[in-house]
């Protein structure tokens, strides 16, 4: 019975040391990938400012693609406001605002 479980042992401890190693080198490179890749780039908070600052009292999506931001939303007057954001400089590249109608 003991040599039946030192098997197992011998078999599970270098599966699980393994999987640790794996996880451990694998996280280890994703922060470095994902801050290469989003270098000088606005994230979802700093938008939501600069679109706060544009008139844009309500925030109902932000999409990021690779460069650009696209920010929707309404203003203080209920009009929807679409815009376009260059995520490196923060500079608005659109904006579209659209009437109120009375079923909005």
Known sequence: MKRT???ILGIAL?????????TTTASAQQPARATA??????NAGDLERLAKAE???F????ELED????????????????L????????VLQRKVKPTRAWD
């Open 55 to 57: 008139g844009i009292a």
């Open 5 to 7: 479980r030192f098997t």
């Open 14 to 22: 270098p599966l699980v040391a393994g999987l640790a190693l794996l």
């Open 84 to 91: 376009v954001i260059d995520r490196r400089t923060g500079e």
């Open 59 to 62: 925030i109902s999506e932000i």
């Open 37 to 42: 890749q989003g270098a000088g780039y606005l």
């Open 67 to 82: 460069r650009l931001a696209e920010v929707e939303g309404r203003d203080s007057q209920r009009r929807k406001v679409e």
